[in-house]
């Protein structure tokens, strides 16, 4: 059921691909509870998903934008408030991309060009977002920037490869940046770290379903799915959490507090 939470909101999102990935999700939720928004990813991104179908669903405008270009992403913000008639109350940044992972890269033996790649796209970016919003003074006050982000930041998982330091990165820069937009412009910066899910960009990643599978059981509450992470998100855009800034939010079904569980204990014990 829909409350009409985002009733006046207008946004962004980056990042959805398909009708699976988090960021589509979200935008329906946000749609549903009365948001208007712009749809964004990266040209080759474009041709390669269904954007077209969810923006059709959601009245929503595609302006193509590469997220690592800030000639692109001033653009981007710039024609965004022309099409939404006004400044912006969210952003949400869904964006993760790891050449050495893609073809198989040992961690030991990384491409180091690649490893940048990974670095500039799905962390470095986010920092861009946010510096260019700022310049182009494109965001309301108490408006909500999120990045989407991962534990792997924190622990070891052997075949998340390089794309543990862009997510710690990631995870840094909306601390930093979150203390400066909130004393220059009352807007909140968080990210949301979310359980293993899965979308084209998870099960890209060797041995997803087995540690798809391990989370499942080692969470109480179970793997978070899409639709719920899409609907956290919803609450961070909303102004029922005005004062919750410069936080890692865990959306992860308790797993990341949780040593060992029951389910486990019982697969050991076989």
């Given at each position: 059921m829909a409350h009409q939470l985002l009733e006046g909101k207008k946004g962004i999102i980056f990042g959805a691909l398909d009708e699976n990935s988090i960021a589509w999700k979200t935008?329906?939720?946000i749609y549903e509870e009365g948001?208007?928004?712009?749809?964004?990813?990266?040209?080759?991104?474009?041709?390669m998903g269904t954007?077209?179908?969810?923006?059709?669903?959601?009245?929503?405008?595609?302006?193509p934008a590469d997220a690592t270009n800030l000639e692109d992403l001033?653009?981007?913000?710039?024609q965004s408030k022309e099409t939404l008639g006004g400044k912006l109350d969210f952003v949400l940044h869904s964006i993760g991309m790891s050449p050495n992972?893609?073809?198989?890269?040992?961690?030991?033996?990384?491409?180091?060009?690649?490893?940048?790649?990974?670095?500039?796209?799905s962390g470095i970016s986010f920092h861009k977002v946010l510096q260019i919003a700022e310049k182009t003074e494109s965001m309301n006050e108490w408006?909500?920037?999120?990045?989407?982000?991962?534990?792997?930041?924190?622990?070891?998982?052997?075949?998340?490869?390089d794309m543990a330091q862009a997510k710690a990165v990631l995870?840094?820069?909306?601390?930093?940046?979150?203390?400066?937009?909130?004393?220059?412009?009352k807007v909140r910066v968080n990210t949301i770290s979310q359980s293993p899910t899965m979308t084209t960009a998870g099960?890209?990643?060797?041995?997803?379903?087995?540690?798809?599978?391990?989370?499942?059981?080692?969470?109480?509450?179970?793997?978070?799915?899409?639709?719920?992470?899409?609907?956290y998100i919803v609450m961070m855009f909303s102004d029922y959490t005005r004062r919750v800034t410069m936080q890692n939010l865990m959306h992860d079904g308790g797993f990341s507090s949780s040593g060992i569980t029951e389910e486990i204990i019982a697969e050991l014990s076989k």
């Open positions: 935008a329906e939720k948001g208007r928004f712009v749809l964004t990813n990266a040209p080759i991104a474009l041709r954007i077209n179908d969810l923006a059709k669903k959601c009245e929503a405008e595609i302006i001033a653009l981007l913000f710039e992972v893609r073809k198989g890269k040992d961690y030991g033996d990384l491409n180091y060009d690649w490893f940048l790649k990974t670095l500039d796209v408006g909500s920037i999120l990045a989407l982000t991962y534990i792997a930041a924190q622990r070891t998982f052997p075949d998340y490869g995870e840094s820069i909306a601390r930093s940046y979150g203390y400066r937009f909130a004393k220059n412009g099960t890209g990643v060797p041995g997803f379903d087995v540690f798809f599978d391990y989370a499942d059981k080692m969470s109480p509450l179970g793997n978070a799915p899409a639709e719920d992470c899409a609907n």
